[in-house]
């Protein structure tokens, strides 16, 4: 005869019989009974659990408030869709982003506004007009020194963040204070001036891009600028990856912004990142400062002077990991040798005069 499947267990109800606050005596000594499955391998009788204790009960409530809380989270954060980015320089991008760089520097925000500027309709031979942008806010810092642009490229569903340069750049470049600061990581160095030019500013850009990203999908993000602009894009590149958003970044004609612990940070933070170098132009030579400060990668060296009005000419993407490629404009400018033609530094992508506010806005 095999064993039964359930068990008799009797249990003493606490709630039931004993004396009340009161002093009256209740039913003492009733007791109940429970017939329970025996179902364990050893036939001992197992009480049943009440229906919380249970564990499958316990996961799916557990389940239940995970689901609702990413439901939740989904309404309340938006989320930024990420793509994956296209690995390697495209030229057809910079000359996108180098418009981007060129038009910030128009003086007159509602130009940029309302993308109504020269540049923003036509372009400029041999750069045509870059795709409108929507949402656009002008950035200034309370000295009316530094600017920004942020606007929404709806096409490509991507955010602009570009910055404004310097004709004079050479001159800020030391007239900003050229002593490094602790800055990112532990070895990181990074040039003062640099760093307090985007300090201004980084709160409204961050703010604006974040309340694109509330209302419109964002699938990356491109930041840009040329000279002193190129060297805040670099600290904006790093905010914004540190904010969650997939950066691109491509730069004109930008200085050294930090030292060799600072570029391999910041090429391992951003490694889509493209210093595009004009042939001699001097300024991604500065600061001339070797022990202190070291390029991040990868520079992308044009290493011809096209003629007027065609496109940049030839170029070579130069070392991944290391920013200060000899083989790049290092090799004609690097060193004792020294490069001094500024029209390099106003003509890129062969675009004449990037700063040029009378032609470009």
């Not at 209740?26 to 001992?44: I, Q, S």
């Not at 050294?256 to 940070?265: C, E, I, L, P, T």
């Amino acid at each position: 005869m095999g064993s039964d499947p359930v068990a008799v267990v009797v249990e003493e109800d606490e709630n039931v019989g004993g004396d009340d606050a009161a002093g009256n005596t209740g039913n003492a000594g009733l007791e109940r009974v429970r017939l329970v499955p025996k179902n364990n391998d050893f036939g001992f009788a197992k009480t049943a659990e009440e229906p919380w204790t249970n564990r499958k009960t316990q996961n799916l409530v557990l389940g239940v408030l995970v689901l609702a809380l990413a439901a939740w989270a989904w309404v309340v954060w938006k989320p930024i869709v990420a793509q994956e980015l296209t690995i390697g320089y495209r030229e057809d991008l910079a000359k996108e982003l180098v418009a981007y760089a060129a038009v910030v520097s128009c003086p007159e925000p509602s130009v940029l506004e309302t993308w109504s500027c020269k540049m923003c309709v036509d372009g400029v031979t041999p750069i045509a007009a870059p795709p409108r942008l929507e949402s656009v806010a002008v950035i200034k810092d309370n000295a009316d020194v530094n600017q920004a642009l942020v606007g929404y490229e709806a096409q490509s569903a991507r955010v602009i963040v570009s910055f404004r340069g310097s004709v004079a750049i050479a001159q800020w470049i030391y007239d900003l204070d050229v002593t490094p600061m602790h800055v990112y990581c532990k070895d990181c160095l990074v040039h003062q001036g640099f760093y307090l030019s985007w300090k201004d500013l980084r709160q409204d850009v961050m703010a604006h891009v974040e309340e694109i990203a509330r209302t419109r999908p964002v699938r990356q993000v491109h930041v840009t600028g040329h000279s002193l602009g190129a060297a805040m894009a670099v600290h904006a590149g790093l905010a914004l990856r540190q904010a969650g958003y997939t950066v691109q970044g491509y730069t004109f004609g930008q200085p050294r912004v930090g030292n060799a612990a600072f570029a391999k940070y910041a090429s391992t933070v951003l490694p889509q990142w493209f210093r595009v170098v004009n042939y001699l132009d001097p300024i991604p030579q500065a600061p001339k400062l070797p022990l202190f400060y070291h390029h991040m990668a990868t520079e992308v060296y044009y290493y011809s002077r096209p003629s007027p009005g065609q496109d940049p000419g030839p170029y070579r993407v130069c070392s991944h990991d290391n920013g200060e490629d000899p083989t790049c404009q290092n090799a004609e400018c690097g060193g004792l040798h020294l490069c001094i033609d500024g029209q390099f530094h106003v003509t890129y992508m062969n675009l004449p005069g990037i700063t040029n506010v009378s032609a470009l806005c």
